[in-house]
């Protein structure tokens, strides 16, 4: 009698989750980890769709581009709460929505919350310039050289702001003492 229960929860989940989506317009979400595969797919599928909706050549390129770059954000820096104690990264949530006027990608992954305050700052910086400012800290980013490992000295979220030319919207949900669940949204403009 528990497994008819929990199926028939999980059935009125799935209906709910399915409205979710209708109503917020999502056509494309995915959670686990990132690969160079899965960036190939979504970039494919989302083709696919741009071209039956007869999507301009310009905003195709700028949807890509920022799914790209969202994905690449995601597999280096998202890390992994897991019940094992086994730390895996890359791990998270992609979504892409559209509505009349806009695309929007939604990135959301674990984060260690030593890392909070220093994307704060560089988001806020990012979404307090024109394009001009954009451009010049771009510039400044590569010339200094703050590059780590991961990557990092947020290129990937200039460049976002540069190719959108819209604000970045984030959040920051807090989960426990140690890790936060980063939320990032990036708005390409339709222009059809």
């Known amino acids: 009698m528990d497994d008819k229960v929990d199926i028939?929860?999980?059935?009125?989940?799935?209906?709910?989750?399915?409205?979710?989506?209708?109503?917020?317009?999502?056509?494309?979400v995915y959670e686990g980890e990132v690969t160079h595969q899965i960036t190939k797919a979504f970039t494919s599928l989302t083709e696919t769709n741009m071209e039956a909706e007869e999507e301009g050549p310009s905003t195709q390129k700028?949807?890509?581009h920022?799914?790209?770059?969202c994905l690449q954000n995601m597999s280096k820096h998202a890390e992994t709460i897991d019940a094992s104690n086994l730390?895996?990264?890359g791990r998270g949530i992609f979504m892409l929505s559209k509505?009349?006027?806009?695309?929007?990608?939604?990135?959301?992954?674990?984060?260690?919350?030593?890392?909070v305050a220093h994307i704060t700052k560089m988001l806020e910086q990012i979404n307090s310039l024109d394009k001009d400012g954009l451009k010049k800290l771009y510039k400044q980013q590569i010339k200094e050289g703050r590059?780590?490992?991961?990557?990092?000295?947020?290129?990937?979220?200039i460049d976002?702001?540069?190719?959108?030319?819209?604000?970045?919207?984030y959040n920051f949900l807090s989960i426990n003492d140690e890790f936060s669940f980063f939320?990032?949204?990036s708005k390409i403009s339709r222009n059809n």
């Open 8 to 28: 028939k929860d999980f059935l009125e989940f799935v209906y709910s989750f399915y409205k979710t989506m209708k109503d917020h317009e999502v056509t494309l």
């Open 62 to 64: 700028k949807v890509f």
């Open 66 to 69: 920022v799914m790209v770059e």
């Open 87 to 89: 730390k895996k990264d």
């Open 99 to 115: 509505n009349e006027d806009a695309y929007n990608i939604t990135t959301g992954n674990v984060l260690n919350n030593s890392k």
């Open 147 to 157: 590059l780590s490992n991961k990557g990092g000295a947020g290129l990937g979220f």
């Open 160 to 169: 976002i702001a540069k190719k959108t030319g819209n604000k970045l919207y």
């Open 183 to 185: 939320v990032f949204t």
